[in-house]
């Protein structure tokens, strides 16, 4: 079975700063791989997604996400932070040809002004 | 609908009752999820509908827990004889075809058991 690990539970980086959320998965093919925010009391929005192609994957409100097999992971990243960006960050994977996604437990990001 | 619509959006219940959490999922989605999140943890599976149909159940906690989807629209969570660590935020989610290509996920209903 596939897994995520998100291996830092917060971050906090200033406004205007660069940033970059970590993630590794464990599947044995090619997965699908996906990064979510979740702002206070909100559901899950989708920031980007990789199925297959160009590993660097450009999402919304700036973000973008670089898949590297050989590291099994999928790190997010944004080139300047700002204050907005503060919510929590799930990695999921999916399989090919399977119904559901796994998630990671999460990264919160802090933005200091 | 134009999204993933939950209801209610909070609910506090007193141990031992039972509740029911609805989701209307995007119109013509055929796929639907039921995700619980508690707090500091990541998203837990609980169960996936294609259809009316669930063909994966595995991540109902407890016999507790049923969930059965309508017409291949609406989903209602049941959990019966709800226990404190029963308190989360429970997630759907629905998607057009594979749910491993993506989902819209609906804003959550939070529930307190005390």
């Known amino acids: 079975a596939q897994s995520v690990t998100q291996p830092d539970i917060h971050i906090t980086v200033s406004e205007g700063a660069s940033l970059e959320l970590r993630c590794n998965y464990s599947?044995?093919?090619?997965?699908?791989l996906f990064w979510y925010v979740q702002s206070p009391g909100q559901g899950l929005q989708l920031l980007l997604k990789?199925?297959?192609?160009?590993?660097l994957v450009q999402g919304i409100k700036g973000f973008e996400a670089e898949f590297k097999r050989s590291q099994s992971s999928f790190n997010l990243r944004k080139p300047s932070v700002h204050w907005s960006d503060a919510a929590e960050y799930f990695c999921?994977?999916?399989?090919?040809?399977?119904?559901?996604?796994?998630f990671g437990t999460g990264t919160q990001l802090k933005v200091e002004l | 609908g134009a999204g993933v619509s939950q209801s209610p959006s909070n609910k506090v219940t007193e141990k031992g009752k039972d509740v029911e959490l609805r989701c209307d999922p995007i119109?013509?989605?055929?796929?639907l999820y039921w995700y619980r999140q508690s707090l500091g943890q990541g998203l837990e599976f609980l169960i996936y509908?294609?259809?009316?149909?669930?063909?994966?159940k595995s991540g109902l906690p407890s016999d507790r827990f049923s969930a059965e989807r309508t017409g291949g629209s609406v989903s209602t969570l049941t959990i019966q004889r709800t226990q404190q660590e029963d308190s989360a935020v429970y997630l759907c989610a629905s998607t057009p075809g594979q749910g491993a290509q993506g989902y819209t996920f609906g804003s959550g209903t939070r529930l307190t058991v005390v």
């Open positions: 990789y199925f297959s192609g160009d590993t």
């Open positions: 119109s013509g989605h055929t796929a």
């Open positions: 999921a994977v999916g399989v090919r040809g399977g119904n559901k996604l796994t």
């Open positions: 509908f294609q259809g009316n149909s669930a063909p994966d």
């Open positions: 599947y044995g093919a090619t997965p699908y």
